[in-house]
C-alpha cells in the first residue's frame, strides 16, 4: 500500500494510509481482516466525511450568494493528509485548508485525525480546529465498512446490529441521495436489527435520534465487533450488493430535499467560532466470540 503505517498492539494490527487518512485494514490476533479490503463496486474501506456528509442538493455548496461545487461527502477521503505521528501503537495525521479546498469549501479549517490501538481495541480520534477568524461551517462523518459476514462461513442472514438502547424511533431514508421529509418506519425491533441486504435497497438508514452511542456487530458462533463513539449525534447504516456492511457514526446529513439555503442555514451542521474546536472519535473492540461480554 502506497505511503501507509500499520499499528500493532497484542496481536491486533491496523493500517492507515496518508490518503485520506483512511483505516484501510482491521485485523485481530488470529489474521482475521474485519475491514471491506476495496472492490470496484464500492473502492473505499473506512473513509473520513468532511467537511460535508452526504450529498448537497445539485452538488452545490451556497456561500454568502456564491456557489462552490463539491461532491458527496466532501473532499477529505481525497486528499492526501500530512503526517504528525507514526509510532507502533498509534499515528496521527492532519489537513489544513490550501487553494484547492478553498474552491469547493471557502474556508480555514484543519482536520487532525489520531488512531491509537490497545488491549481496548482501535480508537480512532477527531478534531476540527477553526485557525480562522469568521465562523467555520462543517459537518464530519465516519465511514467504516466492516466485514459482512464478518468470517467466512458464516451466513450474511445470521447477522445483527444490537444497539446498547431500545430504538423506538422512526428513522429516515434519501431520495436521490438528498433527505427525505418524512419519517420512515424503523427496521430495528427493541434493541435488534435483524441485517438482510433488502434493508438497503432504498440507500442508507438514518437513525437522526439514536438513543444509543455503542452497538455491537455480530453473528452467532463468531466474532462480534464492539463499536462506542461520543461527538456524533446521528448513525447511518448503508450496504450495497457486497460483503461489507457500514456502521457510520455522522455530525450533519445530506441536504434535505428541496433545500438550496446558504451553508449557514444547512440543517446538521457545526458551526465554530474563530478559535474553536470540536471533538468527536470512535472505539472499535474486536471479541473472539460474539456471546463475551
Known sequence: MHDSHTITADGSAATIAAHGAELCSLRGADGTEYLWQAAPIWPRHAPILFPIVGRLNGDVLRVGGQNFRMGQHGFARDREFAWLDRGPAGCRLELRDDAETRRQFPFTFRLMVSYAIGSGGLSLELVVENPGQESLPASLGLHPAFAWPLRPGLAKQDHTIVFAEPEPHPVRRLAGGLLRPEPAPSPITGRTLALAESLFAD???????????????????????????????????????????????????????????????????????????????LTVSIKNHSDDD
Not at 456487530?217 to 447511518?236: E, I, K, Q
Not at 438550496?260 to 472519535?281: N, T
Open 203 to 281: 440507500d442508507a438508514i438514518i437513525l437522526d435520534r439514536p438513543v444509543s452511542r455503542s452497538v455491537r456487530y455480530s453473528a452467532p458462533g463468531g466474532p462480534a465487533l464492539d463499536l462506542a463513539w461520543h461527538g456524533f449525534p446521528l448513525l447511518g447504516l448503508w450496504s450495497k450488493p457486497a460483503d461489507f456492511c457500514c456502521i457510520e457514526p455522522w455530525h450533519g446529513h445530506a441536504d434535505p430535499l428541496g433545500f438550496s439555503g446558504d451553508v449557514f442555514a444547512k440543517p446538521g451542521m457545526i458551526h465554530l467560532p474563530a478559535g474553536g474546536q470540536f471533538r468527536a472519535g
